[in-house]
């Protein structure tokens, strides 16, 4: 029996509320295939495709994300200002993973730009998401290294960085020297890490042993 639409938009939104945001992905396929192949203007675009796409980056699933953007019409692509920015913030995602570069464009992007009621919390957890990303691969880099490095990695304030690194990753803080030693993340099991998160590791390393050498 098929779920009509207005039903599985329902059911998003309950899942958003009470922050299992593990079912968005699977809630908004199911719609957009739903409005797509049967129930067509059933909804307003603006329901699948500005979450869908956030939920696939909260994921950091850029590849599903940019399969989306070429699904999307044409036309609604035009007159979509939030989607606009989420596609560019894909483009940034992108590029850091390539390249490993600064989060600030990103961060800025998604501090500066108008988001409605229903994305709002899709978009904190996009930043949180990102920002845990980034700590993991430090973790995993690196034994210590200087607070504002840390900082600047995940564009927090180098006054306040180091108690919230403490507070909210446990990581362990020598105010003397200025270090933070990070804990390594939890590994999950099975889990073979893949060629484009060696290459970000190896990235950071470089990128703080150049400025270590620096300073």
Do not use: C
Not at 58 to 69: E, G, K, M, T
Not at 98 to 103: I, S, V
Not at 127 to 143: M, V
Request: charged content about 20%; proline content about 5%; hydrophobic content about 45%.
């Amino acid at each position: 029996m098929t779920v009509p639409a207005q039903q599985i938009v329902e059911q998003a939104d309950a899942s958003l509320k009470a922050g299992r945001f593990q079912e968005l992905i699977p809630l908004y396929e199911q719609l957009e295939f739903q409005i797509s192949a049967i129930e067509i203007d059933a909804v307003p675009l603006n329901t699948i495709y500005e979450p869908l796409l956030a939920s696939y980056l909260i994921a950091h699933d850029l590849y599903s994300a940019r399969s989306l953007v070429h699904r999307i019409p044409e036309e609604y692509r035009a007159q979509a200002p939030q989607l606009a920015t989420l596609i560019r913030v894909l483009e940034l995602m992108r590029q850091w993973e390539r390249q490993n570069g600064n989060l600030k464009d990103i961060y800025t992007l998604l501090h500066q730009s108008r988001w409605n009621s229903s994305l709002a919390p899709l978009i904190a957890l996009l930043q949180d998401s990102i920002q845990d990303r980034e700590l993991d691969l430090l973790a995993k880099a690196y034994t210590s290294l200087p607070v504002q490095l840390a900082a600047s990695r995940i564009w927090l304030a180098e006054d306040t960085a180091a108690e919230q690194l403490v507070a909210s990753r446990g990581w362990r803080y020598d105010a003397t020297a200025g270090l933070l030693y990070p804990r390594a993340p939890e590994v999950t099991p099975n889990r073979a890490i893949g060629l484009q998160e060696f290459g970000q590791l190896a990235d950071i390393v470089a990128h703080l042993e150049v400025k270590q050498d620096a300073s």
